[in-house]
């Protein structure tokens, strides 16, 4: 089974087509760096030609509504066309947990990008999924030392190759439109999170923790982020994770 990864070079990428390739099946990368813009549509044709199926983990950084809807729909409608002349029998969505009830701008593009797949003639799958672990430094690598900002939320974080594995499951498998939401074993606190990995990491910045106003803010600290319902859950807990990636930096280190 041939399958075309959108974001194929990403955090969830990476390993979205190394457990293709441990399944037997045959990825595509869909990248910049392997001559496809999404966002433009350029090289996607011949990129996803022969392909049975789609992965969308493409993603933006950015916070803006405006930016995140621009980039989801732009890519979300390239490769579904790019797709449907192709032949894709199926097209997998990664999305996010909570997007329909937290009024953040990244969470409108994720809704837009799921309702262009719902609109869109090929058969869908879209699997929402809570944070990744990794969510704890990307949230220090947005602010310049020595501070760290720390948005105020609850979160049941889950392994991003966890993530990849149930995502491989779900396109070999036939498309049944919303997948039961994915979450990882344990319910954490994003700011309790990155306390612990700088302690970990001896890393010395300020925490600050901020509060979004409003219902957003209401969301994220009661249960906005957390599954509504029951679902496939990951195994692998953020300490787990947090004593793997110490002992790789101190691997890298020595």
């Known amino acids: 089974m041939r399958v075309a ?5 990403g955090l969830v990428g990476r390993y979205v ?3 293709l390739a441990a399944a037997g099946q045959e990825p595509v990368v869909l990248a910049r760096s392997r001559g496809v813009d999404l966002v433009t549509g350029a ?12 992965v969308d983990v493409s993603n933006v950084t950015t916070m803006s509504g405006r930016k995140a809807v621009s980039f989801f729909d732009s890519v979300g409608r390239n490769l579904l066309d790019a797709g449907e002349r192709a032949g894709v029998r199926h ?26 797949v719902r609109n869109g003639r ?8 809570t944070q990744f672990h990794e969510f704890a430094e990307q949230t220090l690598d947005r602010v310049p030392k ?13 392994a991003a190759r966890e993530v990849a594995q149930h995502l491989v499951r779900l396109v070999t498998a036939p498309a049944r439109g919303m997948a039961p939401e994915l979450a990882g074993p344990r319910v954490e606190d994003l ?14 910045r300020l925490a600050l923790p901020v ?26 807990t953020f300490d787990a994770w947090l004593a793997s990636y110490v002992a790789q930096h101190v691997a890298q280190e020595g």
């Not at 990864?5 to 070079?9: E, F, K, P, R, S």
């Not at 020595?146 to 889950?158: E, G, K, L, S, W």
Request: proline share 7%; glycine share 16%.
């Open 43 to 54: 090289g996607l044709d011949a990129a996803v030609a022969g392909a049975d199926a789609v």
């Open 211 to 236: 509060g979004m106003p409003g219902a957003t803010g209401a969301a994220m600290t009661g249960d906005g982020l957390l599954p509504a319902g029951p679902g496939p859950r990951g195994t692998r």
């Open 122 to 129: 090929t058969p869908w799958t879209v699997l929402r999924a």
């Open 5 to 9: 990864v959108a974001g194929g070079t």
């Open 17 to 19: 087509v190394e457990e």
């Open 91 to 116: 097209h997998v969505v990664l999305s996010i947990v909570g997007a329909d009830r937290v009024g953040l701008g990244y969470y409108q593009g994720k809704l837009r990008q799921e309702d262009v």
């Open 146 to 158: 020595p501070f760290a900002v720390v948005p105020r939320m609850r979160t049941q974080p889950v």
């Open 191 to 204: 700011v309790d999170m990155v306390g612990r990995l700088l302690r970990a990491t001896r890393r010395r």
